[in-house]
């Protein structure tokens, strides 16, 4: 099946800093990326839509100056969280969307990136 | 506004035991609806998915799903499940329009006693 990565796996970081974290489809193009953040025992929160060669979409209430998404290319995707708080300290996950039309449309979902703002 | 309700949080059952997770959904219109499963320690992984056609829909694992337009529920079952079953799951609903964002639900732990 279609593989999706995340770099790094766990980040801890100092607050002020920023932090990158990369999204890879391994074996599709990914015309459609999306960033969720989960907190602990909790539900996956949807962020942003990222669109190869397009800017990102987000949702209500997240702050696109300080989560910034690139999707440079159609196998990879960045999210930079960027003068970092302790606040941001979550897991961060990213999906990629494969197929063409709905009805083939799935979801793949990368391994997660865990983030600790000291 | 799109939301998923899981009204089961955390689940234990003995091996062999039948398991039915619930999700309502709040959509008025056409809606795709998935169930993901989350291993301990693994990424999230699509157990079955509904679009259209019979509203009973098989996945992997010996899953199904049961979808109730009525209702407005995508309920989970499995009439046996294993000790390697227990994990979190997730059920989501995505409009049926242009959008592809998926709404989740606030996922069900179920641990499964040998």
């Known amino acids: 099946g279609a593989v999706v990565s995340q770099h790094p796996s766990r980040v801890i970081c100092k607050s002020g800093t920023s932090v990158k974290i990369e999204c890879r489809s391994l074996?599709?193009?990914?015309?459609?990326m999306f960033w969720y953040r989960q907190f602990p025992k909790q539900s996956l929160m949807l962020m942003a839509t990222?669109?190869?060669?397009?800017?990102?979409?987000?949702e209500q209430g997240v702050e696109k100056d300080k989560f910034l998404i690139n999707h440079a290319s159609l196998t990879l995707s960045t999210l930079t969280v960027t003068s970092a708080h302790p606040e941001d300290s979550s897991f961060y996950i990213c999906?990629?969307?494969?197929?063409?039309?709905?009805?083939?449309?799935?979801?793949?979902f990368g391994p997660g990136t865990r983030l600790l703002v000291l | 506004a799109q939301s998923v309700s899981q009204h089961n949080h955390h689940v234990i059952l003995s091996e062999a035991a039948s398991l039915e997770l619930g999700c309502n959904y709040s959509?008025?219109?056409?809606?795709?609806l998935f169930w993901y499963v989350q291993y301990p320690g693994q990424h999230l992984q699509l157990l079955l998915k509904?679009?259209?056609?019979?509203?009973l829909v098989k996945g992997i694992k010996g899953f199904e799903a049961e979808f109730i337009k009525s209702k407005f529920s995508f309920n989970l079952r499995k009439p046996s499940v294993q000790w390697s079953d227990t994990a979190e799951y997730f059920c989501?609903?995505?409009?049926?329009?242009?959008?592809?964002?998926?709404?989740f639900g606030s996922g069900t732990r179920l641990l499964v006693r040998p």
């Open positions: 074996d599709f193009q990914a015309t459609t």
């Open positions: 999906s990629a969307r494969t197929g063409s039309g709905q009805s083939v449309e799935t979801q793949y």
């Open positions: 509904y679009f259209s056609g019979d509203p």
């Open positions: 989501a609903v995505r409009g049926g329009d242009s959008s592809y964002k998926l709404i």
């Open positions: 959509y008025g219109g056409t809606v795709n």
């Open positions: 990222s669109n190869e060669g397009s800017k990102a979409t987000y």
